[in-house]
């Protein structure tokens, strides 16, 4: 039974006799110096804990491949861009060829910025370590170019605009010439005239969505949408 007790003239409730042993002892397993709350927390301590250290095996793990998987692909892409510099060396529709029958987007978007060049320095006579593009090599590139403005990479879409904004303007004229039906017979010395500007026109619409786009991606898209419409 609990007998009352008065401490500064209140009456506190006392466990006595085998209520007070086993409060003893229940007090002791809660925190007693050798059990307790902390030997609780201890048990359960991540640190200690075996699964836990295992998991954090498997992170590692697992981190580990994806490094190694991302040293594979970036390997690879080196190897193509070797192959592709090989081409290159012996003629650049050799390298056109060669990324045509390969169909790697990436490998292509890699190696756009240097045919964007060959088509700059082809509108300023060039130079002779660069070999211009001609109309007939970038008519081969258009149809994988319009695939490629499906990405959803911005980089692969900057990428694909700057060339085709180089190739409207080296061809500028040629291009308005056929648009406006005017001196046909000037169109005889470029026969790809035609399929470049087929191909340039059927792109008119994809290229229009990305002007909205508060992006390097939208302000490439004005530019070159404002020469589409002019040819159409």
Not at 105 to 112: F, G, I, Q, Y
Not at 137 to 158: D, V
Not at 165 to 174: G, I, P, S, T, Y
Request: proline share 4%; charged share 20%.
């Amino acid at each position: 039974m609990l007998r009352p007790r008065n401490v500064k003239g209140r009456a506190l409730l006392q466990p006595t006799g085998s209520q007070s042993v086993a409060f003893s002892q229940s007090m002791n397993e809660y925190d007693g110096p050798r059990g307790g709350a902390r030997d609780v927390r201890k048990k359960h301590s991540p640190l200690g804990n075996g699964k836990n250290k295992k998991s954090s095996e498997e992170a590692f793990q697992q981190l580990g491949g994806q490094h190694e998987k991302m040293l594979a692909v970036f390997a690879g892409r080196k190897t193509q861009i070797s192959a592709a510099k090989a081409q290159w060396d012996k003629d650049i529709n050799a390298m056109i060829d060669y990324l045509l029958r390969m169909e790697e987007e990436a490998l292509t978007v890699d190696l756009l910025p240097v045919l964007t060049l060959t088509v700059h320095v082809g509108k300023s006579h060039g130079k002779a370590d660069v070999p211009p593009l001609s109309m007939g090599a970038c008519l081969e590139l258009l149809p994988l170019l319009h695939t490629l403005l499906q990405s959803k990479y911005e980089s692969y879409l900057i990428k694909v605009m700057d060339f085709l904004l180089a190739v409207v303007k080296r061809w500028w004229k040629e291009l308005l010439v056929l648009a406006t039906g005017t001196n046909k017979t000037s169109l005889e010395s470029s026969r790809s005239t035609p399929g470049v500007y087929t191909s340039l026109v059927a792109m008119t619409d994809k290229i229009n969505t990305f002007v909205e786009q508060p992006s390097n991606v939208g302000s490439k898209a004005k530019a070159l949408s404002g020469l589409l419409t002019q040819l159409q």
